[in-house]
């Protein structure tokens, strides 16, 4: 995959001054602009060192939310930290991993998972 940067990039646009008749006067005008058309976002699943057991979410900073599940600042899981990343997978858009997340939630989920190992 190729890696894309978010660095604000400056480019220059050509245009008449004043609504003037004269073509021959243009102004560069700066734009910056951000390349925010891929920014991941993650399904992934949780397993809890404590109980064994798997939690499932998505998010679009998995590292962070890994870090607010152990520091016991999410109300679902605090009783069963700590926790470490078993699974993940990156969605294009939220709605994608959100979707996923609720696939594995289900009966035919857990049994994909199961089937390939995962859990």
Do not use: C, W
Request: glycine letters at 6%; proline letters at 3%; charged letters at 25%.
């Amino acid at each position: 995959m190729a890696e894309r940067s978010n660095a604000a990039v400056l480019k220059t646009v050509e245009g008449q001054l004043s609504g003037g008749s004269n073509p021959s006067l243009s102004a560069e005008i700066p734009i910056l602009y951000r390349d925010f058309s891929f920014m991941p976002f993650y399904t992934y699943i949780l397993k809890s060192l404590k109980d064994d057991g798997y939690y499932y979410g998505h998010t679009a900073d998995i590292d962070n939310r890994l870090l607010k599940h152990n520091g016991k600042k999410v109300r679902s899981t605090k009783s069963r930290t700590p926790f470490v990343i078993h699974y993940f997978e990156t969605f294009e858009t939220k709605s994608e991993a959100y979707l996923r997340e609720l696939y594995f939630k289900s009966v035919a989920g857990k049994h994909y998972l199961r089937t390939k190992g995962i859990i």
